[in-house]
């Protein structure tokens, strides 16, 4: 922001010279001129209706000039807008600076009743000058200085006295004017930068505390601002999920001491104002006896960089079993690389077991034998199927095998893995099966495609019920360009701490689980740019869980 925000200044600072003010200081200025020259109308018309009043008939004509004047600054005030004033049009200044000189100059010449009227030229000096580009302030006051050495020459001419000391007073007069449209028109251009300056650094300060709230907002941690009687000014949404009870998250505004599970914090707080200094503690909230959150939590005092702002307390949540958890991956993932070393040092051992194992289930007969010989070829496949999994990780390569994989039809190939899985599973009316995309066909490897599906199908009926029709798998054409398999069953909803970590290596709800399927699903259909996800969804009255995948149409004139 520090680089950026000059470039954004020197980008909206007008240069000096021919500058003219922009944007909110326009609109301001020209209405204050606007009610200026009114004002002077009126008076000019009084003082005239005055001055005839007094006696005087000569001032006939000069109500009749002021009358129009008036007229004329009304109609001006109306019709010229201001953003008509930074333009190239010269309308809008001979409507008004032009009229504003020629009633002057006019009400100069004829000299009704002695009134002199040289300081009414000023405000269109001014007006040019703050209004207008010095070019054009500076051109206003030479012609009202050649008007007022005009009117002196001719009254030089008419009169034969000694006029030298008035055109003295009028070379002064228009010495004055060149110097306040010179100094109005540098201090309306030293505005425009101010005012510049400060729209571009509010705009930096706007698009940072943006920038800051989006951070926060998208904060895992929680993020709580407290002022020094316990209320919280602002919560993100992961500190009201912390602070939250049975009834939901916690309001963005709230006492801490207005309820007994936060009091801990609210102590933590006074601390925190009281010593001055940060402080840090574990705490146990517990709304309910069933919800129990464990936090470590951080305080800060923010800066006081002024009087007037006042001191507040922000403090940060961590929930301590969310950290324990990536703690945790983060030693599986390094497990998981050693169990793959590991796996291929298991795998031969396991097979010379599993092949022992069969030669001697061929000599036995004593049905105890056999059983124990039966555990323990059951116990070899399933630690077989471990290693498997393990080792199957290491074998999906990262790149994309899309356009190197022949299209397959989808629901011919959905329709034979599905039959050789019912069989051997015997799974009869429990599993229903609806394909809705006739010939179209997607790339996926067939075998990468049965080892998917065989998954989604062996977790839909571990927690299926046993109705009929617990289990549908179903296809269907999705635009543009995508076919969906999805696996539904009628298992109850998975819990939130469970559907978070669904799809991570070595995370399983049951103990007797890798925790390996859901993830080497996806690897693999990420290689052919597939998707899998779940939800929950509803098929009739029934509501349950469905994974479903995601893959793009293969074109009927593409080429493997």
């Keep these: 922001m520090d680089t950026a925000a000059p470039a954004k200044i020197d980008a909206l600072t007008p240069p000096t010279g021919g500058s003219t003010p922009a944007g909110d200081s326009v609109d301001r200025l020209w209405a204050v001129f606007m009610r200026a020259r009114l004002a002077v109308a009126f008076v000019l018309l009084a003082l005239q209706v005055f001055v005839l009043l007094l006696g005087n008939t000569g001032s006939w004509l000069s109500v009749l000039l002021c009358g129009a004047h008036v007229g004329a600054t009304v109609v001006s005030h109306v019709a010229v807008a201001p953003e008509n004033v930074q333009r190239t049009h010269r309308w809008p200044w001979l409507a008004t600076v032009g009229v504003d000189i020629g009633l002057f100059a006019t009400l100069q010449a004829l000299q009704i009743g002695g009134l002199n009227y040289t300081l009414l030229f000023a405000l269109p000096v001014l007006m040019a000058a703050v209004l207008g580009p010095q070019r054009r302030a500076l051109a206003t006051a030479a012609g009202i200085t050649l008007l007022l050495l005009a009117d002196v020459g001719w009254a030089a001419w008419m009169v034969t006295d000694d006029t030298a000391p008035r055109f003295v007073q009028t070379a002064i007069t228009g010495t004055a004017f060149f110097l306040v449209a010179l100094l109005a028109h540098q201090l309306s251009v030293r505005l425009a930068r101010e005012e510049?300056?400060?729209?571009?650094?509010?705009?930096?300060?706007r698009t940072q505390a943006l920038v800051n709230e989006l951070v926060i907002e998208s904060m895992g941690d929680g993020v709580l601002v407290i002022n020094h009687i316990g209320l919280v000014i602002t919560a993100n949404p992961a500190a009201r999920h912390m602070l939250g009870g049975v009834n939901g998250d916690a309001p963005a505004s709230f006492s801490l001491a207005s309820s007994p599970h936060t009091q801990p914090l609210s102590d933590l707080v006074q601390a925190t104002f009281s010593q001055r200094m940060p402080q840090q503690s574990e705490v146990q909230l517990e709304p309910t006896r069933e919800l129990r959150r464990r936090l470590r939590v951080r305080s800060r005092l923010t800066p006081n960089e002024s009087p007037q702002a006042p001191t507040l307390c922000v403090l940060f949540l961590e929930d301590l079993h969310e950290l324990e958890a990536r703690v945790r991956t983060e030693k599986l993932a390094g497990m998981g690389r050693m169990s793959v070393a590991v796996a291929h040092?298991?795998?031969?051992?396991?097979?010379a077991i599993a092949q022992a194992n069969a030669l001697l289930l061929e000599d036995l007969h004593n049905p105890q034998q056999l059983r124990l010989a039966q555990m323990v070829a059951t116990h070899t496949q399933r630690l077989n199927r471990v290693v498997e999994d393990v080792l199957n990780v290491a074998r999906v390569p990262g790149q994309l095998a899309h356009d190197n994989t022949a299209p397959i039809g989808l629901d011919d190939s959905v329709g034979a893995i599905l039959d050789e899985w019912c069989e051997q599973n015997g799974c009869s009316l429990r599993v229903q099966w609806q394909g809705g995309c006739?010939?179209?066909?997607?790339?996926?490897?067939p075998e990468h495609l049965r080892r998917v599906l065989v998954n989604l199908l062996d977790n839909a009926n571990r927690y299926a019920s046993s109705a009929n029709g617990a289990v549908r798998v179903s296809t269907q054409i999705e635009a543009p360009g995508w076919l969906r398999l999805s696996?539904?069953?009628?298992?109850?909803?998975?819990?939130?701490?469970?559907?978070?970590?669904?799809?991570?290596?070595?995370?399983?709800?049951?103990?007797r689980s890798s925790g390996m399927g859901l993830y080497l699903c996806r690897e693999l259909c990420e290689r052919y740019r597939a998707q899998l996800n779940y939800q929950r969804s509803e098929r009739g009255e029934l509501t349950g869980n469905d994974f479903f995948l995601r893959m793009p149409l293969a074109l009927a004139d593409s080429t493997p």
């Design 196 to 205: 510049a300056l400060a729209h571009s650094s509010q705009l930096a300060a």
């Design 345 to 351: 040092e298991i795998r031969n051992p396991l097979s």
């Design 438 to 445: 006739g010939a179209a066909s997607t790339r996926f490897d």
């Design 487 to 511: 696996v539904w069953s009628d298992g109850s909803a998975l819990e939130q701490s469970v559907r978070r970590h669904l799809f991570e290596p070595f995370f399983s709800s049951e103990s």
